[in-house]
Each structure stands twice: as structure tokens, then as C-alpha cells.
């Protein structure tokens, strides 16, 4: 398991992961931070970005804020 420290930019135009030059992932998603959507939506999109199985990735840290610790299978 690796972990990846991630910013979370909720209501976004589109859906997109990027990678700043100090290492850190964003996340824009075009969810709303309302009742969990946008951490499902982070969860879908990392699921997609790193191509593992939702079920294998972990928020760690970070469920009300918008950077996360988030852990994902190798």
C-alpha cells in the first residue's frame, strides 16, 4: 500500500487528476461536498487514475477537508 497526499478541488468543470511540481496529486470533481459525494467521487476517479479496484482505496485522513491522506494498493 502506498499513500498519496491529495487535494481535493470539489465542483470542478470536469473530472481530472493532476500532479502539482512539489508532488502533490489535485483532484478536481464536479461533485458537490455534500453527504460524502465528492470523497465517492475521489474514490471513483483515483479508482480510474491508477486503474485498482474502489474497494482498495483507503481515505485516511482527511474526510471533511479538502487535503487528504489517501492509500492505495500497489
Same mark, same amino acid.
Given at each position: 500500500?502506498?499513500?498519496?497526499?491529495?487535494? =481535493?478541488?470539489?465542483?470542478?468543470?470536469?473530472?481530472?487528476?493532476?500532479?502539482?511540481?512539489?508532488?502533490?496529486?489535485?483532484?478536481?470533481?464536479?461533485?458537490?461536498? =455534500?453527504?460524502?459525494?465528492?470523497?465517492?467521487? =475521489?474514490?471513483?476517479?483515483?479508482?480510474?487514475?491508477?486503474?485498482?479496484?474502489?474497494?482498495?482505496?483507503?481515505?485516511?485522513?482527511?474526510?471533511?477537508?479538502?487535503?487528504? =491522506?489517501?492509500?492505495?494498493?500497489?
Amino acid at each position: 500500500m502506498r499513500r498519496i497526499n491529495l487535494r =481535493v478541488i470539489p465542483r470542478a468543470r470536469q473530472n481530472k487528476v493532476d500532479i502539482d511540481s512539489d508532488g502533490k496529486y489535485r483532484l478536481h470533481t464536479t461533485a458537490a461536498p =455534500v453527504d460524502g459525494a465528492a470523497n465517492d467521487a =475521489v474514490v471513483r476517479a483515483l479508482s480510474k487514475y491508477f486503474k485498482v479496484p474502489k474497494s482498495g482505496i483507503k481515505i485516511v485522513r482527511g474526510i471533511t477537508a479538502r487535503d487528504k =491522506v489517501v492509500e492505495i494498493p500497489d
